[in-house]
């Protein structure tokens, strides 16, 4: 009764709107005029275009950055994967079967790990997408660290182009979470200049540029610099530009920009009860990203001063304890390392800093910024207030990461990159009595038994159950002559696999893969 009675309202509405439409048309026939003037497009207007000019120069500069991590397995107990192996489609951050094609093979698969009793327990891949900013035209970008943290392959595409380049990731440094990738292109390429945070204003305006969600390349969005210098929303080292420019996830490690068309910021974190923008994101200043970047590209790694002293900045700055232990401002210490330098210059707990360098000490940020930026080995000029006495000495910087083990961790090069010889092929000989009673008995060549993911086998499109049987118009009749016709492909090389694929129980295709040579792991 109910589908009846929706049945008929629908047919009622539908009736309704025939006869309201035929009442119009009957008041006014097809011609005749009705007194008004027909709209005409206009010419173009030009307002301003302060944001396009802007975009047209940086967004060039703006990438997309695709991860891949290998996560190891455990099997189910039947004989098939606790989980499928995860494609992301375009960089588009959609994942599953790249076409129906997938989903056709899954009663093959099912019949292969029944031959090859293979519990799927090894690895599968785990994708996401980030952002970046090349600066420099040799090919070099920053972007988050934890966009590639973790990373078995970082693949970069161009603005407008669909593209992936394999990326190096030069170094990272978890503490500012920047990081460093290179990737070669043969040319030079556009690239973004970097400004000049310190000189940002609050209530500038700023663009932020990036790939939000992974497959909406190349957006823009305007708001303005909310505030500055904003700490306790990360890490120590961590000193961000507040923006209201919408950033959302997938714009981790894309550009935020001033009206000079100057990276001011990289855009790093949002505070969000959901999972999208609510006005509240944050970008580490570009001088910190100068500073991180230098010392990355020249060594692979960050290393920051220290000279072993540690605090609370709400009680170490409390304005009723400096005034009773004889200071107007400073940062009280709460412990000196033993041994360190801070300690061999006879710094001791409950001293208040004032200075740094002549600069006074207000915040945290004062006293901690100008130690760990004083190469290792140099000296810093420290006041201090004990017992409302003011005293000053000299302090040796040492390597941070050596007086405080626990609480730093920095990534040196991370070089990955596959394996020509194997390209993330796990193989096996056609004689084996397990391929003779799946079907194989009648074949040569080498049988493909599993492919790695975020392999070079896996983006030219092999999958378990191809059988090789040639490399380059060589035929294949082993996993040894297998071998020994990849031995000799040079990185960029094209190669071609000829493939004998099963479409039926016991029907096979031919199918050709191929790809250009990925470079081997350095």
């Known amino acids: ?146 966009v590639v943290d973790g990373a078995t392959k970082v693949q970069i595409t161009l603005n407008g182009e669909q593209t ?31 400004g000049n945070s310190d000189s940002v204003q609050v209530g500038d305006w700023a663009l932020a540029i990036g790939n939000p969600f992974g497959f909406l390349q190349g957006s823009v969005t305007a708001g303005i610099i909310s505030a500055k210098d904003r700490g306790n929303v990360g890490q120590q080292f961590q000193r961000f530009l507040q923006t209201d420019a919408a950033i ?66 709400t009680q170490g700055s409390n304005p009723i304890v400096l005034k009773e232990l004889g200071a107007t401002y400073g940062i009280v210490l709460q412990r000196v390392e033993p041994g360190s330098p801070a300690e061999k210059a006879g710094l001791k707990s409950g001293d208040v800093v004032t200075s740094v360098n002549g600069k006074q000490v207000h915040t945290g940020n004062d006293l901690v910024n100008p130690i760990a930026q004083t190469p290792i080995g140099n000296s810093v000029r420290v006041t201090y207030v004990r017992d409302k006495t003011e005293h000053e000495t000299s302090i040796t910087v040492a390597d941070r990461t050596k007086l405080f083990p626990d609480r730093t961790a920095n990534g040196g090069g991370n070089e990955s990159g596959p394996t020509p010889a194997e390209f993330g092929l796990r193989l096996e000989d056609l004689g084996t009595d397990r391929a003779k009673r799946a079907g194989y008995e009648n074949m040569k060549g080498a049988l493909v038994t599993a492919v790695d993911p975020a392999s070079f086998a896996e983006d030219v499109g092999f999958t378990r159950g191809d059988v090789i049987s040639e490399v380059n118009h060589t035929a294949v009749n082993s996993v040894a002559e297998y071998r020994r016709a990849v031995s000799g492909l040079k990185p960029g090389a094209n190669v071609l696999f000829k493939v004998m694929r099963r479409s039926g129980s016991d029907q096979f295709d031919t199918v050709y893969l191929a790809g250009v040579v990925p470079a081997p792991e350095q």
């Open 1 to 146: 009764m109910a589908t009846l009675l929706v049945t008929v309202t629908l047919a009622l509405g539908m009736l309704i709107g025939t006869v309201i439409s035929g009442h119009v048309g009957a008041a006014h026939p097809a011609g005749a005029g009705v007194g008004g003037t027909p709209l005409a497009i206009p010419d173009p207007v030009q307002l301003s275009s302060a944001f396009a000019s802007i975009v047209k120069q940086v967004q060039p500069a703006v990438v997309n950055i695709s991860t891949t991590q290998v996560i190891e397995q455990r099997g189910n107990g039947k004989g098939r994967g606790a989980a499928p192996s995860q494609r992301n489609r375009g960089g588009g951050g959609e994942v599953g079967p790249p076409d129906d094609q997938d989903q056709d093979q899954q009663p093959f698969q099912d019949f292969f790990n029944r031959f090859f009793d293979f519990p799927d327990q090894g690895p599968t891949a785990e994708r996401s997408l980030g952002s970046g900013v090349i600066v420099d035209k040799k090919g070099f970008v920053l972007t988050n660290n934890h």
């Open 164 to 194: 992936q380049y394999t990326a190096k990731v030069i170094g990272v440094d978890e503490e500012t979470d920047l990081a460093v990738l290179k990737i070669d292109v043969g040319h030079d390429l556009p690239y973004a200049k970097l």
């Open 248 to 313: 959302n996830p997938g714009n981790s490690g894309g550009p935020l920009v001033d009206m000079a068309g100057q990276v001011i910021g990289i855009n790093t974190a949002i505070i969000t009860g959901g999972h999208g923008n609510e006005g509240v994101g944050f970008a580490l200043p570009s001088n910190m990203a100068i500073g991180v970047y230098n010392q990355l590209i020249n060594n692979g790694k960050v290393t920051r001063g220290s000279i072993g002293v540690s605090f609370t900045e």
